[in-house]
């Protein structure tokens, strides 16, 4: 499994090819994120349709696909929830021609209005950069707890409802199914590896989806459908799709004008916002790493913001990157935009014109490849790794893996990483000040120091220790050369220490303090002298600059 995502040039053949297998992946997530969000399939279906679409054309990493995804879908949820209950209080009161789950769609659509309008304000302001801030142990996290959330999502298609009068209560299937399932489901998995080493002229991923599909038409009895989960999921116990196109829906039940929708829908927005970008970045990075290119992030968070507005117009839920299908696409060689129109038309089609067949797609053969992608996505160079790198890497990857699992949230696992990552940096750099002293006088009585280390927040405390003003020489000279000070708290710590040397009789001097350093220093009132030199560093203290 090594050289599944090994690097190569696309084609358009491949590209439409890949394309055609990614909407086919496409179809089960969707409407089982539908169930998550509490809506009609078909709302994660079309989300698949706008998303992909208009990612996939304007976006700023071609090859990525995107669409509904779990972790939109569970936030999508509070929104339609919120919508139901102020649309039922609305009908209690008189309101006509509305049921609860009409208002709950005006209230979600809004709600995406509202992220995809901060998506690209986010876009706009070149923020799409930070996510490359994101640690390589984050990343391997975020990559082990996907896959393990992939490889656990799978657990639907081994279930079978036994509710009764439209209550649905899903159990594990009868040993026998279970059985003819995995059995197909390996058949997959055996043909998308061994294919390739005979021939490449085909995505094998493709090949492995129609064998089981002929498979399935010839020997019907028990083999699991697309039709069989939508019946599953469904309170009515049917398995309908309305094929006709969406029409824009109606925001006429939407209180604009009441500032307490504001500050119930913000934060759900925000969410959206940042969770789909988030996790469209990371793959955004990831695909540049299997590529070898760069992708454009702020044009890929203006993408997603459109997108999610198109999608709510038309009744959708939103989405972002799907990271299984993406890392399909690429084995596949999907490399250019071509992919994704044609994996965002394909899905267009079988649900307009093709859900006879888009329903008898077997779950075994969809199953399998997602099996696939479990294997390929896990890093397991993680355990190789244990001894070879450092504990806090290793304890970093673990709580992003946990995190992300126990939450089924990929934004809180790499937020948690992040911080954690953080900490342990702050934590090493705090101990990493050392004040040599490289000259030392007792004629003249004057000592020179040369501090090495970054000076920031978690560190003073270790430079202070350095220097003992009390019982120092006279004349003390501190040369900042290999000394970065970083922020506020590492002047107010040079600041501090002057005053100490000199409420104790003695004087003392710093040289090689940048420009901006000396400046902050005399607005701050300091009287600690400075020397100016013509080799004095130019960094500057406390502020971030990035390039558009």
């Not at 709302?43 to 679409?53: A, K």
């Not at 649309?87 to 709950?104: K, S, V």
């Not at 390739?196 to 020997?219: E, M, R, Y």
């Not at 309305?242 to 109606?250: A, E, H, R, V």
Request: hydrophobic share 50%; glycine share 10%; aromatic share 8%.
């Amino acid at each position: 499994m090594t050289e599944l995502f090994r690097k190569k040039n696309g084609t358009y053949k491949d590209d439409i090819l890949s394309g055609v297998t990614v909407a086919l992946l496409l179809v089960p997530e969707a409407i089982a994120f539908s169930f998550l969000a509490g809506v009609s399939p078909m709302v994660g279906l079309w989300s698949g349709v706008f998303v992909g679409l208009i990612t996939s054309i304007f976006g700023g990493r071609p090859g990525m696909i995107c669409g509904a995804t779990g972790a939109i879908a569970i936030v999508a949820a509070a929104a339609f929830k919120l919508g139901k209950e102020k649309g039922a209080e609305a009908i209690e009161n008189g309101l006509q021609g509305y049921t609860p789950d009409d208002i709950g769609m005006q209230y979600l659509v809004a709600t995406l209005l509202i992220a995809g309008a901060i998506q690209i304000i986010i876009g706009v302001l070149k923020l799409g950069k930070l996510a490359r801030l994101v640690p390589h142990p984050v990343m391997m996290g975020f990559l082990n707890g996907l896959a393990i959330m992939i490889a656990w999502g799978q657990n639907l298609f081994f279930r079978t409802n036994n509710g009764e009068d439209g209550e649905i209560k899903l159990e594990w299937m009868e040993s026998s199914q279970i059985g003819l399932l995995v059995g197909l489901i390996l058949l997959t998995m055996a043909i998308i590896h061994f294919l390739p080493k005979f021939t490449k002229a085909v995505p094998a991923t493709l090949v492995a989806i129609i064998t089981v599909f002929l498979v399935g038409f010839a020997f019907p009895s028990g083999i699991r459908d697309i039709s069989d989960i939508l019946a599953m999921l469904s309170p009515s116990g049917e398995a309908h799709i309305d094929t006709g196109f969406p029409l824009p829906i109606s925001l006429s039940q939407v209180p604009w004008g009441d500032a307490a929708f504001y500050f119930a829908v913000a934060p759900i927005a925000v969410t959206i916002a940042f969770v789909g970008l988030l996790e469209s970045l990371l793959t955004l990075q990831l695909i540049d790493d299997i590529t070898e290119t760069r992708g454009q992030g702020n044009r890929e968070c203006i993408a997603q913001g459109a997108a999610n507005i198109s999608s709510g117009i038309f009744g959708g839920m939103g989405g972002c990157a799907t990271v299984g299908q993406s890392l399909i696409n690429m084995s596949n060689g999907g490399r250019g935009r071509t992919s994704g129109v044609v994996g965002a038309l394909t899905l267009l089609v079988l649900i307009v014109f093709g859900s006879g067949i888009l329903m008898k797609i077997p779950v075994a053969a969809l199953v399998g490849v997602m099996f696939m992608i479990v294997i390929s996505t896990f890093q397991w160079s993680t355990f190789k790794s244990i001894n070879r790198i450092p504990h806090s890497e290793i304890l970093v990857i673990a709580v992003v893996t946990i995190v992300t699992v126990i939450t089924h949230n990929l934004a809180i696992g790499v937020g948690v990483g992040v911080i954690l990552s953080a900490l342990v940096f702050a934590s090493k750099s705090s101990k990493h000040i050392i004040a040599e002293i490289v000259s030392d006088s007792e004629e003249n009585s004057e000592r020179i120091y040369a501090p090495e280390g970054v000076l920031y927040f978690v560190s003073v405390a270790d430079f202070q220790e350095q220097f003992s003003p009390s019982s120092d020489r006279e004349n003390i000279i501190i040369d900042c050369e290999n000394l970065r000070v970083m922020d506020l708290s590492g002047l107010e710590a040079i600041n501090s220490l002057a005053d100490k040397y000199r409420k104790a009789g003695k004087n003392l001097k710093l040289r090689h303090l940048s420009p901006d350093c000396r400046n902050m220093l005399k607005k701050a009132g300091s009287i600690v002298e400075v020397e100016v030199l013509p080799d004095d560093p130019s960094y500057s203290v406390a502020r971030l600059r990035m390039n558009a």
